[in-house]
């Protein structure tokens, strides 16, 4: 594999001679001090890296940032899974007590949310009323990447149902994919998760899932039990705490389940 850039050219390979990650970083650090210029890598959807097996890429990540000329940028869909992967706070993980900055982007709110459909339109030479950019708002949330994808569908169609219709249709099938590769490796406790998904739709306590897990089961469940299943839906941004209301971080996460 080749990865070519501004004046450079590192050539991969992932035969037997492949390369080490530590070296990789030294080579593009190497780069950076000959540019005069700061190489940036970027992990996309950092949370997946949890999942590598046999490798632990903490090591070389906190050498590099000890010792070369390399800025890390780590994105996610969920950022509790982000942070549970790199371990900042954990004592024994190579990256503890390294400086970070956190930028999190929030859902936008509904006035952001009809401003942001509105000047979309308006680049396109399209003109649509209020009452629909607030209905779209109030079935989709405030989403960036759906309220984008609503945009194409109304585009593509013309009519501000059918791109609902379709833009409703393609965000639950994905929650449902994204909620599957979350149980991957969690078979055991799958219809324990599916049974909170399912309570919390429209906001539940914690009391609330351990009740009726217990009722479901048939026996006491113990309290640690139950928050980390709670948590593990937190981490990975399907649920989200309000006080003591948890709740899906999105309106599309709730139409799926």
Same mark, same amino acid.
């Given at each position: 594999?080749?990865?070519?850039?501004?004046?450079?050219?590192?050539?991969?390979?992932?035969?037997?001679?492949?390369?080490?990650?530590?070296?990789?970083?030294?080579?593009?650090?190497?780069?950076?001090?000959?540019?005069?210029?700061?190489? @940036?890598? #970027?992990?996309?959807?950092?949370? =997946?890296?949890?999942?590598?097996?046999?490798?632990? &890429?903490?090591?070389? %990540?906190? !050498?590099?940032?000890?010792?070369?000329?390399?800025?890390?940028?780590?994105?996610?869909?969920?950022?509790?899974?982000?942070?549970?992967?790199?371990?900042?706070?954990?004592?024994?993980?190579?990256?503890?007590?390294?400086?970070?900055?956190?930028?999190?982007?929030?859902?936008?709110?509904?006035?952001?949310?009809?401003?942001?459909?509105?000047?979309?339109?308006?680049?396109?030479? @399209?003109? #649509?009323?209020?009452?629909?950019? =607030?209905?779209?708002?109030?079935?989709?949330?405030? &989403?960036?990447?759906? %309220?984008? !994808?609503?945009?194409?569908?109304?585009?593509?169609?013309?009519?501000?149902?059918?791109?609902?219709?379709?833009?409703?249709?393609?965000?639950?099938?994905?929650?449902?994919?994204?909620?599957?590769?979350?149980?991957?490796?969690?078979?055991?406790?799958?219809?324990?998760?599916?049974?909170?998904?399912?309570?919390?739709?429209?906001?539940?306590?914690?009391?609330?899932?351990?009740?009726?897990?217990?009722?479901?089961?048939?026996?006491?469940?113990?309290?640690?039990?139950?928050?980390?299943?709670?948590?593990? %839906?937190?981490?990975?941004?399907?649920?989200?705490?309000?006080?003591?209301?948890?709740?899906?971080?999105?309106?599309?996460?709730?139409?799926?389940?």
């Amino acid at each position: 594999m080749i990865i070519s850039g501004s004046g450079f050219e590192i050539r991969l390979s992932w035969g037997k001679d492949r390369v080490e990650l530590a070296d990789l970083f030294d080579r593009l650090s190497s780069i950076s001090e000959r540019e005069g210029r700061r190489v @940036i890598i #970027v992990f996309d959807e950092s949370q =997946e890296l949890r999942k590598l097996k046999g490798f632990n &890429i903490l090591y070389p %990540l906190a !050498y590099a940032y000890d010792n070369l000329k390399l800025s890390f940028i780590f994105t996610g869909s969920q950022i509790g899974m982000v942070y549970r992967f790199l371990r900042l706070k954990d004592p024994s993980s190579p990256l503890f007590g390294r400086a970070m900055f956190e930028v999190r982007v929030n859902p936008f709110t509904k006035e952001q949310s009809i401003e942001f459909l509105k000047t979309g339109f308006r680049e396109v030479g @399209i003109s #649509v009323s209020n009452n629909i950019l =607030e209905s779209a708002y109030n079935e989709l949330g405030g &989403i960036p990447g759906w %309220l984008t !994808y609503y945009g194409f569908n109304y585009l593509q169609f013309g009519n501000h149902e059918e791109a609902i219709k379709r833009t409703l249709e393609y965000a639950v099938q994905l929650v449902k994919q994204e909620f599957e590769n979350f149980l991957k490796g969690r078979e055991e406790a799958r219809e324990r998760y599916c049974v909170i998904m399912s309570l919390c739709k429209n906001g539940c306590r914690w009391s609330d899932v351990k009740r009726m897990l217990e009722a479901r089961e048939g026996y006491r469940i113990d309290d640690k039990k139950v928050t980390e299943l709670i948590q593990n %839906l937190v981490d990975s941004s399907f649920l989200v705490k309000d006080g003591d209301i948890y709740k899906p971080s999105d309106p599309l996460i709730a139409r799926a389940f």
